[in-house]
């Protein structure tokens, strides 16, 4: 069973930049596809990206589009998510997701692995 930690969070002022990460343990994360969600307070979760470990491709919400990108790292057997351009809006919880073949579905309840959650605040 693929266990998922998170890291990478912290405080940065608008405009900044952080890289998240989302390392498997238990296996590798060959045929699984990897979604990164957040949750702000009082909000429901929420897609961010998601990509396919098999063949690389990616998805992004309309709201990152262009700000953020996700990777893989295969010698690391994690995924990446790089944020430029942090917004305050961007304040949440993110969560690292992970569900085995292809999910092209941008919705939590598709994905059954997850990780514990590291935060993200987007502040002056």
């Known amino acids: 069973q693929v266990q998922l930690v998170e890291s990478g969070g912290g405080l940065v002022q608008p405009g900044g930049s952080l890289r998240l990460s989302c390392a498997a343990s238990g296996r590798t994360f060959s045929g699984y596809t990897i979604g990164w969600f957040r949750q702000a307070p009082g909000k429901e979760r929420e897609f961010v990206a998601r990509?396919?470990?098999?063949?690389?491709?990616?998805h992004y919400a309309d709201s990152v589009t262009g700000r953020f990108t996700i990777s893989r790292n295969n010698p690391k057997n994690s995924v990446d998510l790089q944020m430029n351009g942090l917004k305050p809006e961007d304040t949440a919880v993110y969560y690292c997701a992970a569900k085995i073949g292809y999910n092209l579905r941008p919705t939590s309840y598709s994905y059954d692995l997850w990780g514990q959650g590291t935060q993200v605040t987007v502040s002056s």
């Open positions: 990509i396919i470990w098999r063949d690389g491709s990616t």
